[in-house]
C-alpha cells in the first residue's frame, strides 16, 4: 500500500502541515467528529417532541443513548474486517454521506414515531463502527512513519477537542438553528455537517494496493486471523491492554467525578469542569509529543504516563481543594497523552497494511466495552466503599498496570521497528 505525499525526513507538525492529504483527512475528521457530538445532543433534545410522559422521560432518554451506544459494543470488531477488504477512501466519506442522510431523513420518518427515532440512532452507530477503524488504518497510509507520533497526537488533540467544544457548543448551536432554520433547522445542521464532513474526505488523495489474499477470506476467518495476530505480537497486545486501561479509567472518572466535584467546592452539576481540565491536559500532553515526542520515544513514556496519572488519582483522594481539584485533572490528562499517542503510534507502526482494518476493529470494540462497564461499577463501588477508597485503588491499579506491561515487554514504548 504505497504512501502518498512523500515527505521530507523532518518530523513534527511543520511537516503534516505541508501534507495535502493528511491535512484533508484532519479537517473532515473534525468535522466529523463535532458532528457526532451535536448528533448526540440532538437525539436527547428531540425526545421532548414526542412528549414523553413524566415517568418515562428519562427512560425515553435512556433508550435513545442505548441504541446509539449498543451497536459499538457489538459490531466494532466486524465492521474492521471489511475496512481490509474496501477501499479506506470510500468508507470514510459514504459513511458521512450515509450518517448525514440518516439524520436528514428524521423530520421525514422520525418526526411522529420514537422507534423509528431508535432505528435511526442505532443505524447512524453502526456507520460509525466503519468510520472509526478506516479513520485509523489510513493514517499510516498518508504519514511516512517518523511523522506518525505527530499525526497521532494531532488527532488525539482534535478528538478531545471536539469532545470538549461539541458538548459545550451543541444546545445553542442547535437553539440558533431552531429559530433561524425553522422546524427542522437542528436537523439540517447536523445532516449538513455530516455531508459537508463526507464531500472533505472524498478528496483526499489516497492509492490502495488490494491484498488478494485478504479479500478472499471468509468474514470469520479474517476475525480468528486478527486475534491470533493479537496473540502472536506482544507488542501490539501489550498497547492494547494499555489503551484498554486508560479509557476505563476515564470511563470511572466520568462517574466519580460527579462526587468528587461535591467535595472540592462545586456543585455536583458542574462536574463537566474537571473533565474538562483533564482533556485541556491531554490536549498539551498530545501536543508536545507531537511537537517533540521524537526526542522521547527511548524512554518508557507510557510507564511515566501511567506512574504520573497513578499519583494524580491518589492525590484526588486526599484533595479539598478546587484550584487543586483543577490542576490535578490538567496533569492527570498530560500522563494520559504520555500512554495514548505512543502506544496508538505504535500499533500503527507495528500492524501490516493488510491487518490494519482488523486491528482497528478489534480496538475499537474493545475501546467502547472499556468505555461501558466503568460507567455501571464506578458507582456501585463509590457507594459501597467510599469515593476516596475507589480512586486511591484506582491510583494504585494504574501503577501496577504500568509496571507489569513496562516488565512484560521492555521495549514496548519505542515507535521504531526493530
Not at 64 to 70: D, E, F, H
Request: with cysteine; net charge positive; charged share 10%.
Amino acid at each position: 500500500m504505497p504512501k502518498t505525499d512523500a515527505q521530507p525526513p523532518t518530523s513534527g507538525f511543520q511537516s503534516l502541515f505541508r501534507n495535502y492529504a493528511f491535512l484533508t483527512l484532519w479537517i473532515g475528521q473534525i468535522v466529523s467528529q463535532v458532528a457526532d457530538k451535536i448528533f448526540f445532543v440532538l437525539l436527547i433534545a428531540l425526545v421532548v417532541n414526542y412528549q414523553p410522559p413524566r415517568f418515562l422521560e428519562n427512560s425515553m432518554r435512556s433508550s435513545v443513548m442505548i441504541a446509539n451506544t449498543l451497536p459499538a459494543v457489538f459490531l466494532g470488531s466486524a465492521a474492521g474486517l471489511f475496512v481490509d477488504r474496501w477501499s479506506k477512501k470510500q468508507i470514510l466519506w459514504v459513511t458521512n454521506l450515509m450518517r448525514g442522510s440518516l439524520v436528514l431523513l428524521i423530520p421525514i420518518l422520525a418526526q411522529t414515531h420514537f422507534l423509528l427515532l431508535l432505528l435511526i440512532a442505532a443505524m447512524e452507530s453502526i456507520l460509525t463502527q466503519f468510520f472509526a477503524p478506516a479513520e485509523q488504518a489510513a493514517i499510516p497510509v498518508l504519514v511516512e512513519e517518523q511523522n506518525l507520533m505527530a499525526a497521532n497526537a494531532l488527532f488525539t488533540t482534535t478528538m478531545m477537542g471536539s469532545l470538549v467544544v461539541g458538548f459545550a457548543i451543541g444546545d445553542p448551536v442547535l437553539g440558533a438553528a431552531h429559530r433561524f432554520g425553522g422546524l427542522f433547522g437542528r436537523e439540517i445542521l447536523v445532516g449538513g455537517l455530516y455531508v459537508l464532513a463526507a464531500l472533505i474526505l472524498a478528496l483526499v488523495p489516497m492509492r490502495e494496493k488490494k491484498h488478494p489474499a485478504s479479500v478472499r477470506l471468509h468474514p470469520w476467518q479474517d476475525l480468528k486471523q486478527g486475534l491470533q495476530y493479537l496473540r502472536k505480537n506482544q507488542r501490539i497486545s501489550s498497547a492494547m491492554i494499555q489503551l484498554t486501561s486508560l479509557y476505563c479509567v476515564f470511563a470511572a472518572l466520568s462517574v466519580l467525578a460527579i462526587g468528587l466535584a461535591a467535595e472540592i467546592g462545586l456543585k455536583e452539576t458542574q462536574f463537566g469542569f474537571l473533565l474538562a481540565s483533564a482533556g485541556v491536559g491531554l490536549i498539551i500532553g498530545a501536543a508536545f509529543l507531537g511537537q517533540w515526542g521524537g526526542r522521547f520515544n527511548h524512554l518508557p513514556l507510557p510507564l511515566v504516563g501511567f506512574c504520573s496519572m497513578g499519583i494524580m488519582l491518589i492525590g484526588f483522594s486526599l484533595i479539598h481543594q478546587l484550584w487543586a481539584g483543577i490542576a490535578l485533572s490538567v496533569l492527570l490528562g498530560i500522563g494520559a497523552a504520555f500512554i495514548g499517542v505512543p502506544m496508538q503510534t505504535l500499533i500503527q507502526v507495528e500492524t501490516p497494511s493488510e491487518m490494519r482494518g482488523k486491528v482497528f476493529g478489534f480496538q475499537n470494540n474493545v475501546v467502547n466495552i472499556a468505555l461501558s462497564l466503568p460507567l455501571a461499577i464506578a458507582g456501585l463501588l463509590a457507594d459501597a466503599v467510599g469515593l476516596r477508597v475507589v480512586l486511591t485503588g484506582l491510583g494504585v491499579l494504574l501503577w501496577g498496570v504500568g509496571l507489569w506491561t513496562w516488565h512484560q515487554t521492555p521495549k514496548v514504548q519505542s515507535i521504531s521497528r526493530p
